[in-house]
């Protein structure tokens, strides 16, 4: 909304100051932390008050994780506003990729959202049918991605490059496979593994919020340098036309989510529930999509890949030979039975998180 204030900037030129992306996305982080903070006590009382009981802990879960009994969830939709609301005032609203991701974002979160509401409900750690859910996670990430290919076929005359159903790969210059309309399926794949792993990664208070940050923060920077023609030029990146106005999103990402932190701090205020964690995974999911990045997500995001890794080995495992190889998965309750505090599982799973962070973003130079 802001960004149409620069048409005036002929007669007023301080509002020029709206063309500039970075600008914008300063503005984005700015407004969504302030939202998480000004509604942010209002939501966790009404919560509070309509879930009486809170959050179900498993019951085969650690013992430390019993005290948090009563705790509300649905935190995501503290998230999910923050990042709605300062997207919605700071970036262009012309742009697909825009209303794209944001499909994706409110559509994994209503997903969430009913999960939660049956847990808590019912009083179980069990939410509705994991089939249905995948089901209609799927069928939401390939609408996206169908706008997505469709998008980039229009705009490919344009940038002189017609990659909009292709696989990049990092380390390499000009090395991308054409998927056709398999992009379609994989695409879709890449986002709900992305939304699923991220809620897997959400058992410890702050453990998924701060690596979601690390890595909105890192497709921030990799939205806007593979939008901008000189600089994916420079660095020797596909150029995709419009993906800049993703980095306003990220902005939103990382304001909002220094208002949640400040709640879900230990001991937590609330939980994001999968409510935040689908929505934040989906919509990471969806920029790498966007940004023809997806193999770098699967980098930057190294940690929500180990803990999705966890669970499939633990359930492989144990189907097929009756043994666990781990104490207890996801991976981080597996550090928590070893005798590591929670507070030192998630500062040191944020270092990792760091440091796969940092690994992908040095592939935008190594090539």
Known sequence: MFQYLSEFGDTIPLLNVFRYTTFRTGGALFTGALIVFLFGPAIIRSLRFRQKKGQPIRADGPATHFKKAGTPTMGGLMIVSGIVGATLLWADLAS?????????????????????????????AKGFSGRIRLLLEFVVAAIACFVIMQWGDQTSSVTNSDMSSSLTFPFFKNLFIDLGWFFVVFGAFVIVAAGNAVNLTDGLDGLAIVPVMIAAASFGAISYLVGNKIFADYLQIHFVLGTGELAIICGAVLGAGLGFLWFNAPPAAIFMGDTGSLALGGMLGTMAVAAKHEIVLAIIGGLFVIEAMSVIIQVTSFKLTGKRVFKMAPIHHHFEQLGWTESQVVIRFWIISIMFALIGLATLKLR
């Open 96 to 124: 697909v990729y825009v209303w794209t991701v944001l499909m994706v974002t409110v559509a994994f979160a209503a997903i969430g959202f009913y999960d939660d509401y049956l847990k808590v409900t019912k009083s179980s």
